[in-house]
């Protein structure tokens, strides 16, 4: 003995015994819909049945009817429910109300190896193997047999006269088909159906069983059994193995451990996972995670000797083939019902939307973000997701599709091509109907695209300087020309299109000089950006005007990037044609703004503050005509000093400006205009996390 054991000494030593007179009808019952405290032994069971090769178990279990916490109303209505007014031997509940119940068994596990039964007496362990363990859970059969008595007396109230069915149905033609002979494929996947199963499980009878309770002389007389018998300790001999072997015997590895499965992500399924559905959903799966996939690709993913015909049916009903190369369908990627994750938009505006950037790469390689935009009037970052679905940003060139076009497969296949290429006629039909636009619109130029000029810092610097100083000129020569009373056009320098914007912000042509319908009114976004050598600001459009009142007598405050959101939203939701106003720059909101009667908060963010430039920028409601507008002016005035106050100090500085101010006006104050983190109030849109 090793000198290390010493200090842990063997105190007793247990002779183990195998005992087999119940190791082929040993089952373990678990109860997980009730507490260990409350068990059934006492309660009276009434009948119990079993399918041993299923190993699936049904007990009915006496419900106490007598209980004050029993419902006899309920009880009877259920019965009622079930069983109707007429008696017979069919019945659920003979007493005319529910006064049993009914649970079903699940297998808690396939492999039951490492489990078994063990009883201690007399210094002796005997252990039984056991058969099975079972979760018991309540089974609800009875409300089906409910609905199906319900559909059998509609059924009865609405049937006509039976005899003149019969003679409609003798009068009907009969269609006799063939059915092929049944492949391997699908004779495995009938196989596998969840229909096949259930007939499976079915067709095994039930044996019915006499339930003995725990207290019972014929249980007492089965527990006997646990323990070895005579003839099985005669069978048992010294243990002879070496450690090693003794716990190898004792823990046997699983075979399903040989196939360890790959952690990932409960959304993500595994390639094996996947061979087991029909060939439908394995495409549509595949499909729908990938987005964009040539043929040939999709043929080595499926199992090996998969016929491509099939697999071609099951792509078209899918999938829309651009450039030789299979996309995913909108309507896959956004169920009906649904609506986008980052801006709410409902899933039949998506669709529409998704749909005209993939038809645009029917046309070219690439296209640009804000010309999309500008045409499916949707936020920015839907645009983007449809983008990175199908293509790739590069420098100069927009977006350009992902992958080269499937030459071969086009030769392969014309048929389907040529199918596809009506599909996508049928498809440009609608959509130039819903967005209003021509094919010819996008059509490639015939004139060569010049070659793009690389140009340095410095060089972009100076170029940027001249401008600059050659539109202050312009702009200060038309401004005075204004004021003469002359009549001056003024030209603006068409947007480069060599970068993909976020945000298309290009102007609208509205005639200059024009603000809300009328002429010569002259905004204070206008004067400020000719002030300021820029471009000159867009008037407003009616259209747009009403918005934004609607909306600031709604929300009272917001960033210029939550009311770009909203417009978005709005403009997405409006039939395709009828907007007024396509595409709306920052100076075109900034003057509509400040026409509407609101102002901006020049909020002080600190330095380190990691809010967006449009975030920073924050107006409020300035004067809606009611006596309210007071308050909301001191309050902005307060936070033109902090970007966060506290409710004291609101209440302090209204109560010295107008005097005592009730609770229920700091309230609707603060709730109107403020978010509330952290015991200090923040103006909407500006809480920093």
Known sequence: MASGDDDDPIIEEIDVYLAKSLADKLYLFQYPVRPSTMTYDDINHV???????????????????????????????????????????????????????????????????????????????????????????????????ADSKTREREAANEGGDSSQDEAEEEAK??????????????????????????????????????????????????????????????????????????????MPPLEEEKFVKPVGPSNVLSMAQLRTLPLGDQVKTLMKNVKVMPFANLMGLLASGTDSTAVLRCIQQVALLVQGNWVVKSDVLYPKNTCSPHSGVPAEVLCRGRDFVIWRFTLERSVMRKDVTSIIKLPPEDVKEFLEHVAAPRVNRGWEFLLPTDVDFVKKHPDVAHRQHMLWLGIQSKLEKVFKFSKDDFLPKNSPHPEPVHMGGAQRLKAAQERAQENRASLQKDLDARRAGGHVHIKQEPVSDAEDEPMDTSSSSIPNGSVNGYP???????????GNGGSPAHTSSPELQEFVIKTFRKQFVLTLNEFKRLLNLHLASMPAGQSGFHSVSDHMLTDAI????????????????????????????????????????????????????????????????????????????????????????????????
């Open 173 to 250: 033609a009969i269609t006799v088909r063939f059915a092929r002979p049944e492949s391997e494929q699908a004779r495995q996947r009938r196989i596998q159906s969840y229909e096949f199963l259930q007939k499976k499980q079915a067709e095994e009878p039930w044996v019915h069983l006499h339930y003995h309770g725990a207290k019972d002389g014929r249980s007492e007389h089965e527990r006997q059994y646990l323990f070895c018998q005579s003839s099985d300790a005669s069978e048992n001999s010294e243990l002879v193995k070496t450690p090693k072997e003794y716990l190898t015997m004792l």
């Open 47 to 145: 009948g119990a049945k079993i399918k041993p090769k299923q190993q699936r178990v049904e007990l009915e279990i006496a419900i106490n009817t007598t209980s004050p916490n029993y419902c006899r109303s309920k009880g009877e209505q259920i019965a009622l429910n079930v069983d109707g007014m007429g008696y017979d031997e069919t019945n659920t509940y003979s007493a005319k109300m529910m006064d049993k119940q009914t649970f079903s068994s699940i297998q808690a596990t396939t492999n039951i190896s490492r489990y078994a039964a063990a009883v201690f007496r007399k210094g002796e362990l005997h252990v039984t193997p056991l058969t099975g363990i079972l979760q018991m859970r309540p089974n609800f059969s009875y409300l089906d047999k």
């Open 594 to 689: 400040a026409l509407s009667h609101c102002k901006q908060i020049m909020v002080p963010f600190p330095a380190h503050s990691k809010a967006a430039p449009d975030e920073q920028k924050v107006f409020g409601l300035w004067e809606s005509g009611e006596d309210f507008d007071k308050h909301r002016r001191l309050l902005y005035d307060l936070f033109t000093k902090n970007y966060r106050v506290r409710r004291a100090m609101v209440q302090s500085r209204l109560a010295q400006e107008l005097g005592e101010v009730p609770k229920v006006d700091v309230d609707r104050l603060l709730n109107e205009c403020c978010s509330s983190h952290a015991g200090m109030w923040y103006l909407k849109g500006t809480i920093q996390s």
């Open 520 to 530: 010569g009114a002259t905004s204070p976004a206008f004067e400020h950006a000719i």
